[in-house]
């Protein structure tokens, strides 16, 4: 593979890039496709090939996991945005893209997988409200 070729996501897996369009350092966290918990609470212990931190370091994600992928601005589950984002099964996106006119790029903190819902979609609901996967 050439310095400037992307690493290529596996199949199964839900990995991050350092930078936009696939590039940069990879991190394949196992941690979010395999039990018991099927999450990261804090990206600060979590590292790209290069040993760089994945916290508010991420610049695309591809989820080529058959699980729905939350990913929030904050640790522990939490985003002070007032929203997080959910990717669909086999999907991909650059951070830089923007949401509600803010870049999200080298902003996420903690994350968790789930399973798709019984109608194969990502929605989930919290409480009354139901928040509905961005897909690319």
Do not use: W
Not at 91 to 98: F, G, H, N, Q, V
Not at 109 to 131: E, H, L, R
């Amino acid at each position: 593979m050439s310095a400037s070729a992307a690493a290529v996501c596996p199949i199964g897996k839900v990995c991050f890039y350092q930078d936009s369009q696939e590039r940069g350092s990879m991190s394949v966290q196992d941690r979010l496709t395999s039990g018991p918990y099927y999450s990261i609470h804090d990206f600060r212990n979590s590292h790209y090939h290069n040993n760089a931190s994945l916290n508010d370091s991420i610049s695309s994600v591809v989820n080529s996991s058959s699980r729905c992928l939350n990913l929030f601005a904050d640790p522990d589950f939490r985003s002070s945005r007032s929203y997080r984002i959910i990717m669909a099964p086999g999907s991909r996106m650059d951070m830089d893209d923007t949401m509600k006119g803010v870049s999200d790029n080298d902003a996420m903190s903690s994350a968790y997988t789930y399973n798709v819902d019984s109608d194969g979609k990502c929605d989930q609901k919290v409480g009354s409200q139901t928040f509905f996967p961005f897909v690319l």
